[in-house]
């Protein structure tokens, strides 16, 4: 009696592990799969936004994505941040700095501060290119700077009103909306995204499991690529619900 009560919950125990083990299995098979995005060109391992960073991200990932705005001469670099703090040490806005200041700045290892049409330089045309807008006030020079790029090419952002300025210029330039938060029916996001004619959306990862993103955005015939995911695990678990892309900072 004592030994069949010990080994109920035991042998329930084992059962759950090997359903918990083909869950991921088949989750990390769905993994192979879906487009792997190279955020900032696999920050965790090379310096973000940087030449090196996107050659060595582009030989390891499907897509890469990069960072833009203006700097304060008016040339399109590639910085997230509004300040160069975090990224260089220096205590200025980027859009207060020219770009004979900024090209002398380390971001890491060597590397410095990139321009936009450095950056396109070395994406090769078989690797997507996800560029994210990060203010307003640049579509016109980057899709001017695009014109000569090969490859496919996405651009992204945040901010609806950038993705406005794209569409307002270029009819066909497939745009992705990007966004932190939204409720769980994921209404507002979607609306905006077609009002864009979007071919993607670009939810923070966890909504893939909170709301209904996945599944309304593929109603709409959007594609879903979840940022930021920080492990193998969690980048099969949200290709698992549905999720057409994962942004990773690391190669694994």
Do not use: Q
Not at 180 to 190: K, N, V
Request: hydrophobic residues 45%; contains cysteine; aromatic residues 6%.
């Amino acid at each position: 009696m004592t030994s069949s009560r010990l080994t109920r919950p035991l042998a329930f125990g084992a059962v759950a592990l090997a359903v918990l083990a083909l869950a991921v299995a088949h989750a990390r098979s769905r993994l192979r799969s879906r487009t792997i995005f190279a955020h900032r060109g696999f920050a965790n391992e090379v310096p973000e936004n940087t030449v090196e960073g996107v050659r060595f991200a582009a030989s390891r990932a499907d897509a890469v994505e990069i960072d833009v705005r203006r700097c304060g001469s008016g040339e399109l670099v590639c910085v997230h941040d509004e300040t160069l703090e975090r990224l260089t040490g220096a205590d200025r806005r980027v859009d207060e700095t020219g770009w004979e200041t900024l090209r002398e700045l380390e971001v890491a290892d060597g590397a410095t501060v990139a321009r936009f049409e450095d950056l396109l330089c070395v994406v090769p045309g078989d690797v997507l290119l996800n560029v994210e807008l990060k203010e307003r006030g640049l579509a016109a020079d980057v899709l001017e700077a695009l014109e000569d790029h090969d490859g496919e090419v996405l651009l992204s952002s945040f901010d609806a009103d950038a993705l406005a300025e794209v569409r307002a210029r270029d009819e066909a330039i497939p745009l992705a909306y990007v966004f932190r938060t939204t409720t769980p029916s994921a209404r507002a996001p979607l609306e905006t995204a077609a009002a864009l004619d979007c071919v993607a959306v670009h939810p923070r990862a966890d909504l893939c499991f909170r709301t209904v993103i996945v599944p309304r955005a593929h109603r709409h015939g959007l594609a879903v690529n979840a940022w930021t995911v920080d492990s193998r695990l969690e980048a099969a678990l949200v290709a698992l619900v549905g999720a057409d892309g994962v942004f990773v900072d690391s190669s694994w």
